[in-house]
């Protein structure tokens, strides 16, 4: 249970257009889900928070106009990665808080990842 | 707020053991352990909750000091299959529930050697 799929999984780019990665609750309605990125050897990094129905709450530092997030449904997320220029170049991964039964059945389950590749 | 791991790298040797730390300078409600494959995601291993608790799965357990906001990663005996990146996630304590979002240390590289 409490899977998250996420697509695409490897994605080229030129610079200067837009990229859409989708990440969907399969078996689970996630009313939050979260976007991360992670540079090659590096921690995974929180861009933001995002809600069903409501705005996204960015953390410090990421520019909202250039990571556009929609939630429009209990088990659709996206992120869009707009103008991508070679520094978007990263792993991006979805992640959303799932609980099950019991005060201490609860966490956090990742999608796979999206490698994005801006040339 | 990030939480602080250590050592950054361990070298073991097949059967040996090995420990990974990660600390917090703010009051934490829970603290989640993963282990990240290059170019995977990373790999849900425990949880544990405020109220300082220790859990285990086969050879690989996890303890939380509450008081030190403190947890520890114990892989015992350990495998070929255990070499990865170890990750502590950290949910900060608001008011005696969870903020809501994992935040995460900068990793432990892990090479387990036959």
């Known amino acids: 249970g409490a899977v998250v799929s996420q697509h695409p999984s490897r994605v080229i780019c030129k610079s200067g257009t837009s990229v859409k990665i989708e990440c969907r609750s399969l078996d689970f309605q996630a009313t939050t889900m979260f976007w991360y990125r992670q540079f090659p050897k590096q921690s995974l990094m929180l861009m933001a928070t995002?809600?069903?129905?409501?705005?996204?709450?960015?953390e410090q530092g990421v520019e909202k106009d250039k990571f556009l997030i929609n939630h429009a449904s209990l088990t659709l997320s996206t992120l869009t990665v707009t103008s991508a220029h070679p520094e978007d170049s990263s792993f991006y991964i979805c992640?959303?808080?799932?609980?099950?039964?019991?005060?201490?059945?609860?966490?956090?389950?990742f999608g796979s990842g999206t490698r994005l590749t801006v040339v | 707020q990030q939480p602080v791991q250590s050592p950054q790298a361990v070298i073991l040797r097949e059967g040996e053991d090995a420990v990974i730390n990660c600390s917090s300078s703010k009051a934490l409600y829970s603290v989640h352990w993963y282990r990240q494959k290059h170019g995977e995601a990373p790999v849900f291993l425990m949880i544990l909750l405020k109220g300082g608790e220790q859990k285990g799965h086969e050879k690989i357990s996890a303890s939380f000091n509450e008081k030190k906001q403190q947890s520890s990663l114990y892989l015992t005996a350990s495998q070929l299959s255990y070499s990865g990146t170890y990750f502590c996630?950290?949910?900060?304590?608001?008011?005696?529930?969870?903020?809501?979002?994992?935040?995460f240390g900068q990793g432990t590289i892990l090479t387990v050697h036959p």
């Open positions: 996630g950290t949910e900060l304590q608001a008011g005696g529930t969870s903020y809501g979002k994992l935040t």
């Open positions: 992640s959303a808080r799932y609980r099950g039964r019991g005060y201490t059945n609860y966490g956090y389950t």
């Open positions: 995002s809600n069903e129905g409501s705005k996204a709450t960015y």
